[in-house]
């Protein structure tokens, strides 16, 4: 069975940075692709960064430049660093595997999730 644990949210002041993981196990893990996903209250799961077998990434607009995605293969585990966190980064960071479209920031093309970490940003 596909298990996906975050670990590593928290609260920051606007500015700070933060670095989510997620440990993966009961599958194949590097030839899946992953993806960070967040959700705010009342808004709408959104695709934050998402990373191929191969190491190719996609990033959402609003956080390019500033969040990073990264897998280390041999850990079995996903990361995502974020820096320059903003008051609209606050939301719940969910990690997102085995996706059937290639590095995609699209909720229903992924098919096993965690339970998510929160990460809230205060200005």
């Known amino acids: 069975q596909v298990m996906l644990v975050e670990s590593g949210g928290g609260s920051v002041q606007a500015g700070g940075s933060l670095r989510l993981s997620c440990s993966a196990s009961?599958?194949?893990?590097?030839?899946?692709?992953m993806g960070w996903f967040r959700q705010a209250p009342g808004q709408e799961r959104e695709g934050v960064a998402a990373?191929?077998?191969?190491?190719?990434?996609s990033y959402a607009d609003s956080v390019k430049g500033r969040f990073t995605i990264s897998k280390d293969n041999a850990r079995n585990t996903l990361y995502l660093q974020m820096d320059s966190l903003k008051p609209e980064d606050t939301a719940m960071y969910y990690c997102?595997?085995?996706?059937?479209?290639?590095?995609?920031?699209?909720?229903?093309?992924?098919?096993?999730w965690g339970q998510g970490t929160q990460v809230t940003v205060s200005s």
């Open positions: 990373i191929d077998s191969g190491g190719s990434t």
């Open positions: 009961g599958w194949t893990y590097n030839r899946r692709d």
């Open positions: 997102a595997a085995d996706a059937f479209a290639p590095r995609s920031l699209i909720r229903y093309h992924y098919n096993y």
